[in-house]
């Protein structure tokens, strides 16, 4: 029997179609979990929360992929268990639609259940009763719970105190929000009231921290970045690796890192268990020399981003709103030169011009980076990438017309593509480079 159960909601993952990519439905929650153990060749069991109509098919899919025991421990009720989903990439906020969650009910199994025989937890909490699945559990088995939703406020974790080993959240979830959006000490202190020893702070394509609570050390965990397929359920395949890994807190972070960067990559399963077995094969010290991107959500706001764009009043550029958008969900900030230092008027005399075009320049040398977006080929926008370039500031070029495929503002971009993804991963580059330089120094 194994020692290690997954427990948490089974829903349906539905990806809304766009212009470029079809709708894809998918078992998701606690699947997702699941997936990522049978790819790292894990034995695990399931304890699910599941609709009626979902149960045979979950029970089925799950067998064939590694789960040794699928324990049903409530029926959803109310609700179909569907989430509608807008941006699997995440480039912005993914836009979430759980279909009826408000109607949501669980209705607890009648059969005995027997959760003392696992030794190891991993839970995602949802629309059950978490102290109760908790209080079910043998005293001393090794707890993770990811915190990244379904986790309102710290009172949930407080009434758990002395039953947990690990809290994982993430930098999207509400709980952090509220808590550690602008300083991690209050995060901390309350993983650390509650008894845990380890908390793992997801950060996206920034990476992740894993803070042991004991010594206050904190390992930095990259991120490695690629074109991301979808990111959906990525999260869960970190933790769930993460929390069920038979080695130290800080290799099973990594490892989780490893499986959950596959993860992004592919959503079909014989292709992710195939990479994900040839990443498992390096040793962790080999993977942790590798580098990558380490950029903490708190240091971002510090390495402030130049908005060169045409980002005037009379025009309507739907590019620019996006991309500012994905910005400042990665808690990136940005400065809007036009919305900072006024707006010229189209017919101003040349001579009142100095102002706007010092002020501008000014505020270029006090960035960190540039993020241009030079639709229409505009030159201003074109003017402050060289200006960029000779201050020695790195440019990322967001061109989602591609109009701009010249040799210059190519090359002289530390990344350029039409894709937002692509540039985003771009400037997460680039101010990971930035920020290991000056502590460097």
Request: glycine share 8%; aromatic share 8%.
């Amino acid at each position: 029997m194994p020692g290690t159960i997954l427990i948490g909601e089974v829903t349906v993952d539905f990806t809304m179609p766009t212009r470029a990519t079809d709708a894809k439905v998918r078992l998701g929650g606690v699947v997702h979990a699941a997936r990522g153990l049978w790819a790292s060749g894990q034995d695990y069991a399931v304890g699910a929360f599941c609709p009626a109509y979902l149960v045979e098919q979950a029970q089925n899919y799950l067998t064939q992929h590694g789960c040794r025991d699928f324990v049903l421990l409530g029926e959803v009720t109310g609700a179909p268990n569907v989430i509608a989903i807008a941006d699997v990439r995440e480039v912005g906020h993914q836009g979430y639609e759980d279909i009826l969650r408000g109607e949501r009910k669980i209705v607890l199994s009648g059969d005995h259940i027997d959760l003392k025989r696992f030794d190891t937890i991993v839970i995602f909490p949802g629309s059950y009763d978490l102290e109760g699945v908790i209080n079910q559990l043998r005293p001393g088995a090794r707890v993770t719970i990811d915190a990244a939703y379904d986790v309102d406020g710290a009172d949930t974790l407080s009434s758990l105190t002395g039953r947990i080993d690990s809290i994982v959240i993430s930098t999207s979830s509400d709980l952090f929000a509220k808590l550690a959006s602008s300083e991690i000490t209050p995060l901390l202190d309350l993983a650390k009231s509650v008894g845990a020893k380890h908390l793992l702070l997801k950060e996206n394509r920034g990476g992740s921290r894993l803070f042991d609570l004991g010594t206050d050390r904190i390992e930095y965990i990259t991120a490695t970045l690629d074109v991301t397929t979808n990111s959906v359920g990525v999260g869960d395949v970190f933790t769930a690796v993460f929390g069920s890994f038979d080695g130290s807190a800080r290799d099973a972070a990594w490892r989780g890192m490893q499986v959950a960067t596959v993860y992004s990559q592919t959503t079909w399963p014989d292709d992710l268990q195939r990479d994900v077995k040839r990443e498992l094969r390096m040793p962790v010290e080999v993977v942790r020399e590798l580098g990558g991107v380490t950029l903490p959500w708190h240091a971002r706001p510090g390495l402030q981003i130049y908005l060169a764009a045409p980002d005037f009043s009379y025009k309507d550029h739907k590019e620019i709103s996006a991309a500012v958008a994905a910005l400042e969900y990665h808690n990136f900030r940005v400065r809007r030169p036009v919305k900072e230092n006024g707006e010229a008027d189209r017919e101003a005399p040349v001579e009142s011009l100095s102002s706007y075009y010092f002020n501008d320049v000014q505020l270029l040398r006090e960035c960190a980076a540039v993020f241009a977006i030079p639709i229409e080929r505009d030159p201003g926008t074109l003017v402050e990438i060289g200006l960029a370039i000779e201050m020695g500031k790195p440019v990322v070029t967001f061109d989602p017309r591609e109009e701009n495929r010249n040799t210059m503002v190519i090359m002289g971009s530390a990344a350029y593509s039409f894709d937002l993804d692509v540039c985003l991963n771009g400037m997460f580059d680039t101010l990971s480079k930035l920020q290991r330089d000056d502590t460097r120094k």
